[in-house]
């Protein structure tokens, strides 16, 4: 019992649904069937009734969710062990292994040059587009119309702050 509660506690903490804690959920869900059944023959409420269904359904998505979520894991894996295979018999083949964070340039070192470069083409590849935008959408300074931006707290008198507001204000506290 001890350690299936070390087990409980450590399975909080990881992510997706461990063995322990779906048993600890599915003792808890007929723990709490059983209850509302207790419940509803001694009252004969429809509320415990409804509350069972509630309850049940619940207990039944929460079971097929892990269930789902285990299947969608071992295909995960799956395709990585299928996608580790072929890497490692070129690099057996190639008499060289390379790791995740080699690169293919001589000069560079870090992955995230790799995706400095990378966000660099894109935007090199991308700068015509934002050249023909930028022809058309200009700031309205540059079309030759100003326009006052709207109040968004309803006020339409157009009147703004200033500093020496402030200051007067300043000057009236000291007083």
Request: charged share 20%; proline share 5%; net charge negative.
């Amino acid at each position: 019992m001890g350690s299936f509660m070390e087990d409980l506690w450590s399975s909080i903490f990881t992510p997706g649904p461990t063995p322990s804690l779906l048993i600890a959920t599915n003792v808890t869900f007929a723990a709490l069937q059983a209850l509302l059944f207790a419940l509803l023959l001694a009252t004969y409420s429809i509320h415990f009734f409804v509350l069972s269904i509630l309850s049940g359904a619940l207990w039944w998505s929460i079971n097929w969710f892990a269930q789902e979520l285990r299947q969608v894991q071992a295909e995960e894996a799956e395709k990585k062990q299928q996608s580790e295979e072929p890497a490692e018999s070129q690099a057996k083949s190639d008499g060289s292994r390379k790791t995740p964070a080699t690169l293919d340039s001589a000069g560079s070192d870090t992955e995230t040059e790799l995706l400095t470069e990378h966000k660099g083409a894109a935007a090199t590849a991308s700068a015509p587009r934002s050249l023909a935008a930028s022809a058309t959408l200009r700031p309205p300074e540059e079309q030759g119309e100003i326009r006052k931006r709207l109040s968004v707290s309803g006020e339409s008198s157009g009147y703004q702050s200033t500093d020496s507001e402030w200051e007067k204000v300043d000057d009236g506290k000291a007083a």
